[in-house]
């Protein structure tokens, strides 16, 4: 073993015992070797193993009827108090960037391990309104997005979709309400570059999709011949 291999792994066992790492889930101390989240909490994650589904799944499902998609994707099931809300919670709220590049980079794997035909020519996040953005300091989708380009080299666009209205947080507000509320919020940015392009949005949780939906729906109307795609870290149960 090279010697800046050494002297890194001797700091690195220094610093985790004078430092300990808490896991983002159970904020416990996270053993030796672990990083970011604990073999328990690991273990109880709920996965959605949609990578190894033939059949429609529940978030195909959520679209039906609504939009047409090329295909979806979620890692991982959502349910308030569940160490899945934890997780979600540290990248959106507690600017986790090293959880968020983690966990984007699994999604990543779980894409190439489907074989869902050829990727997506770009990926892209649901968008925040500049103002929100410059508040938060950034956006957790497209800090998982960044990690699913790192390991599918799929290139990731920052401004192909705009949030042009500041509109009030979704998280207690019911389906139409939702709906209501982002209807007309999103617009494309240089439509004709993207023509017959496939492009998958990128998004942290899906509840009731009516965020994600508005956002299809411009996309669609605005470029001629493109393909859309759903992944996201989470869905609601």
């Known amino acids: 073993m090279k010697l800046w291999k050494q002297v890194a792994q001797v700091y690195e066992s220094i610093t985790h ?18 990083k970011l989240i604990c073999p ?3 273990g109880d994650f709920s996965y959605t193993y949609f990578e190894h589904f033939e059949e429609e799944t529940s978030l195909d499902q959520l679209f039906f009827g609504r939009v047409p998609l090329e295909f979806t994707y979620a890692l991982l099931f959502f349910e308030k108090g569940s160490n899945t809300q934890s997780l979600i919670h540290a990248i959106k709220y507690k600017n986790n ?4 590049n983690e966990m984007g980079k699994r999604i990543g794997e779980k894409l190439l391990l489907k074989k869902l035909g050829a990727l997506p020519d ?13 508040m938060r300091g950034y956006n957790q989708g ?8 790192e390991t599918t080299k799929t290139p990731f666009n920052a401004k192909l979709l705009r949030r042009k209205v500041f509109t009030e947080t979704q998280t207690k507000k019911g389906k139409y309400e939702r709906w209501s509320n982002v209807e007309t919020v999103f617009e494309v940015k240089n439509a ?15 509840t009731t999709g009516s965020t994600l939906e508005a956002c299809i729906r411009v996309i669609l109307e605005a470029v001629p011949g493109v393909k859309v795609s759903v992944v996201s870290l989470a869905v609601a149960k």
């Open 192 to 206: 004709e570059k993207w023509k017959d392009k496939h492009i998958c949005i990128v998004d942290d949780v899906i």
């Open 142 to 149: 497209s800090l998982l997005a960044i990690g699913i380009s």
């Open 40 to 42: 328990f909490c690991e």
């Open 97 to 100: 960037k090293l959880l968020a």
């Open 122 to 134: 770009v990926l892209i996040s649901v968008p925040l309104h500049p103002k929100k953005e410059f």
């Open 17 to 34: 015992f004078v430092f300990p790492y808490d896991c983002v889930a159970c904020q416990e101390p996270l053993p030796d070797g672990h």
